[in-house]
């Protein structure tokens, strides 16, 4: 088969991984800096340029679209699945995923644990907001922060009031927010699930550097293998469905009432790999494999 790998970043450990395991089972392979692309729109004849080129021929793409470019990347993928091109993710379920809100509201939905959320835009009521989420602390988020930046963690209600206030003047239109209650009992870690066709294939508990309540690894935050409980496992399985993504990286945190979704990420990192060592890579290659000639399938989310 002949796959691209859109990527803007060939000399990543994520894109490294997929080409070598790809051209390992004896496909073609390009990686393709989608930020490059370009899309004509003309009736019944989608194209992508590049570099001066038309890509075609393509029998399926591995999307690994960044946060910062999530409208043109899935522009790019959306124009990919106009050629009929089998995508590992659609670009609506890339869209949803990077939208915080969207997202915990289609997880509610569909009965997966979630941490208290309060979405709020405007200043005004900022007490009222608080009181809503329950307990302090508080952990207030921008809806559009990745990574763990834009993420803080308020102790007093004083504390919070000045992080919303400051959020709020960031922005001249509003600045959305969420607030979210914050379990104590997590302790700073989370477990990042990976999800290849519906399938856990690979676990790891990660842990903030001292006393940093974020456990992402972006922010230098430390990995170990972990294993699951069912509960766990069908909770990640469930998340990765009701976002319309067969391959994903679920995060969960352990609570007193069982396992909460925090994110479920539409491009994550292979970092997993280094720390269980699964090769995770071959497995969305057999996924691939088994499931780019068949015909495609409706999102059946609905939202």
């Known amino acids: 088969m002949k796959i691209a790998i859109l990527s803007n970043g060939p000399g990543n450990y994520s894109t490294k991984r997929l080409k070598e395991e ?4 004896g496909h073609e392979v390009d990686v393709v800096k989608y930020k ?20 075609s021929g393509y029998d399926a793409i591995i999307p690994r679209i960044a946060s ?42 569909a009965g997966v644990g979630i941490p208290k959320t309060v979405f709020t835009r405007e200043g005004r009521d900022i007490d009222e907001v608080i009181d ?47 607030l979210q209650e914050f379990v104590k009992e997590s302790a700073g870690e989370d477990i990042r699930v990976f999800i290849v066709n519906g399938k856990v294939v690979a676990s790891m508990k990660r842990k903030g550097l001292d006393d940093d309540f974020r456990s992402n690894i972006h922010q230098g935050g430390e990995g170990t293998s972990v294993k699951l409980t069912e509960e766990e496992k069908k909770t990640a399985q469930k998340a990765a469905k009701a976002m319309g993504l067969p391959i994903c990286g ?54």
């Open 36 to 55: 490059d692309c370009y899309a004509t729109i003309e009736s019944s004849n989608p194209v992508v340029g590049y570099h001066g080129e038309s890509l």
């Open 68 to 109: 910062g470019m999530t409208r043109y990347g899935t522009a790019i993928v959306r124009q990919f699945e106009m050629q009929g091109v089998f995508t590992t993710a659609s670009s609506i379920a890339i869209s949803r995923s990077r939208d915080k809100l969207r997202s915990l509201q289609l997880l509610a939905r």
């Open 250 to 303: 679920v995060d969960i945190m352990r609570s007193n009432h069982g396992p909460l979704v925090l994110e479920v990420n539409s491009s994550p990192g292979f970092a997993i790999e280094k720390v269980t060592g699964r090769n995770v890579a071959s497995k969305i290659v057999e996924y691939v494999e088994q499931n780019a000639k068949k015909t495609r399938r409706r999102d059946r989310v609905g939202a």
């Open 132 to 178: 809503e989420v329950g307990e302090l602390p508080v952990i207030i988020k921008l809806a559009r922060g990745t990574h763990g930046n834009g993420v803080v963690l308020a102790e007093t209600k004083k504390a919070a009031k000045s992080v919303m206030q400051a959020f709020y003047v960031m922005d001249d239109d509003g600045t959305n927010i969420l």
């Open 22 to 25: 790809f051209k390992l089972k």
